[in-house]
């Protein structure tokens, strides 16, 4: 009932805890749930926020010895009472290595700012890069504050987050901004702290601005034989040259070489006729591309079409799970090909045991994927993936939920123990960063007429909205619920989502919805 809900809100919002229990050997199943959400969460690769969130160090980083004893220098000054916040911005062109060498002067200055490093990807080169309040959300739960009691109200939230830096050294890297309207609510007050930002474009914010260039031929050359490419001088020249001198391309193109037995002149060779194409089409990030393109023609039709169906995917976070429900195989056979992707440069492994996907080869995946798979098998993948993430959503969902009686024994006013809160604070990590896709699966089910996925889904989702807040997309993913619940001509299930949707209107306070999506709600039921 909706005034159930609202009591238990008002009663959380008092100070109230609710403690989830599982229950353990005692028939319900709750004891194997338990089990169950935690495999999960392992296995999509999600951990406790840590207080060092820095990527692991570039392995192979080569040369710029110039530009990182600058931006070394202008981090320091966070330590030397200056007065003012040191933020440097690197800017540079698609490819020329402007988060590898964020990522790894932030390591270099790691040990003067010791306290806590927090790292974020803006995606500011995507359709929907992420928006501060977003950002704010991760942040203030690794600086401590109770992920149940943090605002959604953005003036509310940068009050705590200056509040929460005030005086402590803390390094803050926001990689792949858009533009200064995102990063300017993430910069601290305090000149204790350092940033760094990378963007493609030169933000008007104060602060120093690093501009990237391609790498010089003596330092591509050693990248090259870094990534086990050694070549003639000559051939390797002429690679460099094909490649724009650029990190990006010259990793891939060694990855490639690395792995395939062919002739360097003969995949030279390649390289240049695929440039020529791509200057003919007038294609943006032509260094890049070209070496995208030819390294995606050297793979096995296995492994290139997992780089065209992730394209599919409207935020990329890949795990073996999803690639597995993809694909249509099991989890051995997504590790090996996800393993073999890795090898070949176009993908990259992260310390959680998952993986991303560079903006640039992502949307080259989306090219491929609109030339290699009929509109039919699009289709058909799509259904694969909402369906894994409507069975995952559902399963996480149990740890975010407050009311369901499977798994709730109490309401005490006592915090969660430390496993429960965990179980919460991950599970809430991984619907905020699958949100886009949630919310694309649950179109692609309703696109298919998978009008029971649909519904599931957003059952699933519903909690999570509640807890950040989202009216609009609980109200929205809601409506199409209930369209699919009459498609099925299932009453209780009507009931079910008028209800719900019904508490969607209430907390946006919309006093007349609420009271005849109850009165549907009880007409359903007397049917």
Known sequence: MIGDETLASAEAEDGLKYELHFHRGTGSGGGDRHSEICNCLQSLGLKTPLRHQLPADIANFTGRAAELERAIAILRQATQNTGKLPMLMVSGAAGVGKSAFAIHAAHQIQSSLPELQLYVNLRGTENQPLAPQEVLNGFLQTLGVNHRLASTNLAEQLSLYQLMLAGRQVLIVLDNARDAAQVQPLLPDSPTCAVIVTSRQRLELAGTTLELEPLPSAEALELLQKVGVVLPLAIAEQLITLCGHLPLALKITGGTLHSKAQSFESYTSKLADERQKLEQLKSSYLDVRASFAVSYAQQEEAIARLLRLIGLLVRPNLSAAIVSAMLDCDLKTADKILSKLVKSGLLESTDSGCFRLHDLIRLFAKEQL??????????????????????????????????????LTSLEKQPLSPAEDALFSLALTWFETEKLNLLAALDWAAQAQSWETVVRLAQSLANFFDLRQDWKNWEQTHRLALEATRKLGDRHLEAQTLNSLGNAYLRQDHRKKPENTTKKASACCET
């Open 370 to 407: 609109a030339r290699g798979e009929s509109a039919e098998m699009r289709r058909i993948v799509r259904l694969r993936a909402s369906g894994w993430y409507c069975k995952t959503a559902e399963l996480l969902a149990l740890a975010l939920d407050s009311t369901r009686s499977l798994h």
